[in-house]
């Protein structure tokens, strides 16, 4: 014979109480996820970091590097060697908004970068 667990309200109680947070939670997280997707491309920060692409190669005698930083002027570029280590600095300033001109799609990166 297959035993069987007990009836008490107790137990009723709590499997209501779980399932009503296992709703919740559901709702919760549903709730999230889709004000999430929804708001994510409306966000700004998505240009703020921008970091171009970059080749390294090697020769018998050099190593090269070439970024792409198209809008950059060399003056806004810093390149340092310190214990080994290459650093490329530069800044790439987002062009003023003429008067009367409306941007319907902006997806050039701006600002700082580091490589």
Request: aromatic share 14%; proline share 4%; no cysteine.
């Amino acid at each position: 014979m297959a035993k069987l667990a007990r009836w008490t309200p107790l137990t009723t109680e709590l499997d209501r109480w779980f399932d009503r947070m296992d709703r919740w939670f559901d709702r919760m997280l549903d709730r999230f996820f889709r004000d999430f997707e929804r708001d994510f491309w409306r966000l700004d920060w998505r240009w703020e970091r921008w970091v171009p692409p970059m080749e390294v190669s090697e020769t018998a005698d050099a190593y090269i590097v070439r970024l792409e930083v198209p809008g950059v002027r060399p003056q806004d570029i810093e390149v340092t060697l310190h214990d080994g280590v290459l650093t490329i600095r530069g800044k790439r300033e987002r062009a003023e908004e003429q008067k009367g001109e409306t941007y319907h799609l902006v997806e050039r990166a701006y600002g700082e970068f580091v490589r």
